[in-house]
């Protein structure tokens, strides 16, 4: 007898999978055979943006906007392991974590204290969010053309673009949100493809096993956290979002109460390592501080006359500095000429100029160079509209896609209105966390406009939408190339630059 024959023999009480419960819990990319074809035009898009945020990164010329202080900062870091007052010959004291401006060092370290040096570290940072936003799409949204069409767009955002070639914090914010957002999608396919092997082999839930995505998402927060506090407002998004993937995971698995079982066994499990793993990473960015003598507070203990044990002092010693700087972080009210509110951020309300002359030549009487904080507004003025129709469709499809975008979008804007209420200064690249997500919303909406490829040819409908994308997408690159110069500090006539201010004094 063929042992094939005895193998079919015998019986198999494993009991079969739904066919919906396979559906639902089967991650959108498994058995993806495109998947080594989609890396072609995803590093065209990179390629582009790589260009965009590298070519003449050393203009302008000196420091301009905050780059005063992070650019001088990182180099205190590298020479004395702290911020440096290189004027006073002391520690600097200073508001922000320092993970940020060690990024920033390595440029410094790598090609020099000049313009190029202490602004490769961002344009690095702007160009590895594009390409992860392009993974990330793809991801969700079962496209290549809708991930390679969210990393274009984000690539082609004047608003982008000016953080990636400016020493400043917030595109390495960015950059560790986004990828802890990424790793965090990973380890929900990861999580619903251990329930579905689990059904299939009989089992009634999966083995115990570690969760790599899940503290890496962790780790990535910490290091957002360690460049600017304000990664903390992603901490409950992060959570909400983690927890409602591992209930609807059991709820699609058979198992009743879903939401108990995923915050007791889920939940409280993992939350112990996620913290740990959020606040190691974070100390380690204050390894300068704390292994050095030289760093603001760092023997404020020994300054008051009071014991400091060798570990336990230093920790003491840096949360009198995280008081400190939470006290000035509180009362930061004063004016400044180009603050602006939450509500006006995606009107493009209130720009931010980093750097202005009128004396570089340009072949006119009268000259502007001028590196504008403005994103390319036919994209920022499309954001609203794609926020609706994401909250819509979400609600009608129950779409976990859309509630993700939108708790992304939430994580990075609300807190900044309930700091608008309490009256303190604040910029429009505050909103850069926000970014991605909204690029996302945009992309979701255009997505289901178009609709799925359907079995034979394309109707006249679907036609007509593909060509309304490809027509908008042509439309934002002609808007950046317009607003190009204002980007990168190009001096054209004075002429010109008015004629680029479409909302008068509030862009001036």
């Given at each position: ?394 609600v009608a499809r129950r779409d976990w896609r859309a509630g993700a975008i939108l708790v992304g979008v939430a994580a990075g804007m609300l807190p900044w209105f309930y700091y608008a209420v309490q009256g303190r200064t604040m910029f429009a690249f505050y909103a850069l966390p926000a970014e991605p997500f909204l690029v996302l919303a945009l992309c979701y909406a255009l997505g289901a406009w178009v609709g799925p490829r359907p079995a034979g040819a394309p109707g006249t409908r679907r036609a007509v939408a593909i060509g309304a994308v490809a027509a908008y997408t042509l439309l934002v690159a002609a ?30």
């Amino acid at each position: 007898m063929d042992p094939e024959d005895d193998a079919a023999a015998v019986p198999d009480d494993r009991p079969a999978v739904p066919e919906i419960t396979r559906r639902r819990l089967t991650p959108y990319l498994t058995g993806d055979r495109g998947y080594a074809w989609s890396w072609l035009p995803t590093l065209l898009v990179v390629l582009v943006a790589g260009l965009l945020r590298t070519v003449g990164l050393a203009t302008p010329k000196g420091k301009i906007f905050d780059e005063t202080y992070y650019a001088t900062e990182a180099h205190g870091l590298l020479t004395y392991g702290v911020e440096w007052n290189f004027d006073e010959n002391k520690a600097a004291y200073v508001v922000h974590p320092p993970l940020g401006k060690w990024l920033i060092a390595v440029g410094e370290r790598l090609f020099g204290y000049d313009e190029f040096g202490w602004r490769i570290a961002a344009a690095a940072a702007g160009t590895l969010s594009v390409l992860l936003l392009v993974r990330v799409a793809r991801r969700m949204l079962r496209s290549t053309v809708l991930g390679c069409l969210a990393g274009l767009l984000l690539a082609l955002d004047g608003f982008h673009l000016v953080l990636s070639r400016s020493a400043l914090l917030d595109i390495f914010l960015g950059l560790f949100l986004l990828a802890a957002f990424a790793a965090l999608v990973r380890d929900r396919d990861a999580r619903r493809a251990r329930w579905l092997a689990a059904l299939e082999r009989g089992a009634d839930r999966p083995e115990p096993a570690v969760r790599a995505w899940l503290l890496l998402a962790a780790g990535l927060l910490g290091a957002a956290t360690a460049v600017k506090w304000s990664g903390l407002f992603f901490a409950p998004a992060f959570a909400l979002l983690v927890v409602w993937w591992d209930a609807g995971a059991r709820r699609s698995a058979g198992q009743d109460r879903p939401w108990r079982r995923a915050l007791v066994r889920d939940g409280l499990v993992w939350l112990p390592w996620c913290v740990a793993a959020v606040a190691g990473v974070y100390l380690l960015a204050w390894s300068g501080w704390l292994l050095t003598d030289d760093g603001y507070f760092r023997h404020w203990l020994a300054q008051q006359g009071r014991p400091e044990p060798p570990l336990w002092g230093a920790l003491q010693n840096l949360w009198h500095y995280h008081s400190e700087a939470l006290r000035f972080h509180s009362g930061l009210t004063s004016h400044h000429t180009y603050q602006s509110w939450p509500w006006q951020w995606l009107l493009l309300g209130r720009p931010v100029a980093f750097y202005w002359s009128g004396d570089a030549a340009c072949g006119a009487s009268n000259c502007a160079a001028e590196v504008l904080l403005l994103g390319t507004p036919v994209l920022w003025w499309a954001f609203l509209p794609a926020l609706a129709a994401t909250t819509w469709l979400g609600v009608a499809r129950r779409d976990w896609r859309a509630g993700a975008i939108l708790v992304g979008v939430a994580a990075g804007m609300l807190p900044w209105f309930y700091y608008a209420v309490q009256g303190r200064t604040m910029f429009a690249f505050y909103a850069l966390p926000a970014e991605p997500f909204l690029v996302l919303a945009l992309c979701y909406a255009l997505g289901a406009w178009v609709g799925p490829r359907p079995a034979g040819a394309p109707g006249t409908r679907r036609a007509v939408a593909i060509g309304a994308v490809a027509a908008y997408t042509l439309l934002v690159a002609a808007c950046f190339a317009w607003y190009y110069p204002l980007y990168v500090g190009t001096s054209i006539p004075y002429d010109d630059w008015q004629l680029r201010m479409l909302l008068g004094n509030r862009w001036i």
